[in-house]
């Protein structure tokens, strides 16, 4: 099992930024990928960016440019900065883990871009 716990969500202003983080804990040693989601009111779940173990990363297109994934593999976290935060960027976001048997997430942490 793994135990994800994301911090950092919260209220912010139009262009403004924030940084999540997501530790991990438990069988870490058989996860081979990270990621975040993110889930606004009425909508599907939806990929915003992952990392390899390898350190290869992806984004979704809404977000390129302006959200940067990164891990700390000695303190088991990865990273989400986010820049240029828009309204359309409220949502829920959760981390993601994933191993060859099972998909992690944690619990969620809201994000609302507002003025």
């Known amino acids: 099992q793994v135990q994800l716990v994301e911090s950092g969500g919260g209220l912010v202003q139009p262009g403004g930024s924030l940084r999540l983080s997501c530790a991990a804990s438990?069988?870490?040693?058989?996860?081979?990928?990270r990621g975040w989601y993110r889930q606004a009111p009425g909508k599907q779940r939806e990929l915003v960016a992952d990392?390899?173990?390898?350190?290869?990363?992806n984004y979704a297109d809404f977000v390129k440019g302006r959200f940067t994934i990164s891990r700390d593999n000695a303190k088991n976290t990865v990273y989400l900065q986010m820049n240029s935060l828009k309204p359309e960027d409220t949502a829920v976001y959760y981390c993601n883990a994933r191993s060859l048997a099972s998909v992690y997430w944690g619990q969620g942490t809201q994000v609302t871009v507002s003025s």
């Open positions: 438990g069988s870490i040693f058989s996860i081979y990928g």
């Open positions: 990392i390899t173990s390898g350190g290869s990363t």
